[in-house]
């Protein structure tokens, strides 16, 4: 019945299969191990940011996705105040400590590009996890591509920008009558359910 | 007389073309042919001993109430025409009213998808509660996009009937019931730890 051929392709740093590339050597995405605490903030935010960028041609094939990918990351370094939005839908003012959460978003990009080779008999419990960030990150990635095309369709200056990415208004529960609402209720679901996920894992998607 | 050989660790084909041998003066392309392979790239990982060494840990998003969430497929809310995981919306569907219960002469009505696991064709997506409650807005706009997107073009409009306070009620009383179902099967079920922390309901 298997008519095609299943071909393994050995190199030095990867093995490539008829559906996959499989990188072996993966130290470039890791942080260095000795201690972080000697290096100053800054370098060690700029550390995980070149790390972020690495990750950015397995995310996918695509030069759409990739390109969402890169501008998400650059927003989110650059330009989002994540202390605000996270007060808006938690209420909680103090910060968490800002290294670990950038590990844990790290380790949970990495999750969702890993591959480890389950059969019929052999399965991993950690392999359903890292589908489930699979697919969290992808449609992370969807509802950004829809955010981005919005704000650059529907805006008359720079209104709904500064809606969506700077004062965070469609997450205050608040009764003026904005125009687009159902479209912000669908924004608002999403960020608050994404935020509350981050709170649970420590992780700042 | 199998043809299976083991590849990685205990992936089994029953086919394998030998392994492309290279030259130590061959080309880069042969060396470095990840670069032009043109196919997904992962990170390989031999098992999870591998990855749980490389300080990568299991989040437990298989219980994680927000993860499951957010991971649910992607789906066209039909109000907005935005999209969205399917989980975050509300499904609505178009059920048959039988002849002897019809109030009116209407052939068939909207209900909500929860528990109707039938005739998935006729499941389309809404934004949330609040806003389909309200007075002044149009219904007939989505519904026309919900039948023009479904298989079911014989449908005429005059033959639903809407109603979106039943609808809305309906829902919303469906999901009453089975988050209360799902609290009574956790209290039924459950077995007490020391330091567990228990919440309990009062109906």
Not at chain 1, 9 to 22: D, G, P, R
Not at chain 1, 68 to 84: A, G, V
Not at chain 1, 87 to 103: A, F
Not at chain 2, 108 to 122: A, R, T, V
């Amino acid at each position: 019945m298997d008519s095609v051929p299943s071909i393994r392709i050995l190199t030095k740093n990867a093995v490539i299969t008829s559906k996959y590339t499989l990188l072996k050597n993966h130290s470039k995405y890791y942080m260095p191990n000795h201690n972080l605490k000697d290096i100053d903030e800054d370098t060690v935010v700029k550390m995980y940011y070149r790390r972020f960028i690495r990750l950015r041609p397995l995310i996918s094939r695509t030069r759409m996705v990739k390109e969402t990918y890169t501008s998400y990351i650059r927003y989110k370094f650059k330009i989002e105040n994540y202390q605000l939005k996270r007060k808006l839908v938690t209420g909680i003012e103090e910060q968490r400590p800002l290294i670990p959460t950038l590990q844990k978003s790290l380790e949970f990009i990495i999750k969702s590009v890993s591959f480890i080779p389950e059969t019929k008999t052999i399965k991993f419990k950690i392999a359903r996890d890292n589908t489930i960030c699979r697919q969290v990150l992808k449609n992370l990635l969807t509802v950004e591509y829809q955010k981005e095309n919005f704000i650059e369709k529907r805006s008359k200056g720079s209104e709904l920008y500064q809606l969506l990415r700077v004062d965070f208004n469609h997450l205050v529960n608040s009764n003026n009558n904005l125009k687009f609402t159902s479209q912000l209720k669908v924004f608002n679901d999403f960020d608050m359910c994404l935020i509350l996920m981050n709170e649970t894992i420590g992780t700042r998607l | 007389m199998s043809n299976k050989r083991k590849l990685l660790n205990d992936i089994f084909v029953d086919k394998v073309v030998p392994k492309l041998k290279t030259n130590r003066k061959s080309s880069p392309l042969l060396t470095n042919f990840e670069k032009w392979s043109d196919k997904r790239k992962k990170l390989l990982f031999e098992n999870e001993l591998a990855l749980l060494r490389s300080g990568i840990s299991d989040f437990g998003l298989e219980k994680n109430i927000f993860a499951k969430l957010l991971s649910s497929p992607i789906r066209c809310e039909r109000m907005a025409w935005s999209r969205s995981p399917a989980d975050l919306l509300m499904q609505v569907k178009i059920n048959s009213i039988k002849a002897s219960n019809a109030l009116s002469n209407k052939k068939f009505e909207l209900i909500s998808g929860i528990g109707n696991l039938k005739g998935s064709k006729n499941a389309y997506l809404v934004n949330s509660e609040k806003l389909l409650s309200k007075k002044g807005l149009s219904h007939e706009g989505w519904i026309m996009s919900i039948l023009t997107a479904s298989s079911l073009h014989s449908i005429d409009l005059q033959d639903i009937l809407i109603d979106n306070k039943k609808l809305v009620a309906g829902y919303r009383e469906q999901l009453e019931s089975s988050i209360i179902a799902g609290l009574e099967n956790v209290a039924k079920n459950l077995i007490s730890r020391d330091h567990s922390v228990v919440l309990s309901f009062d109906e």
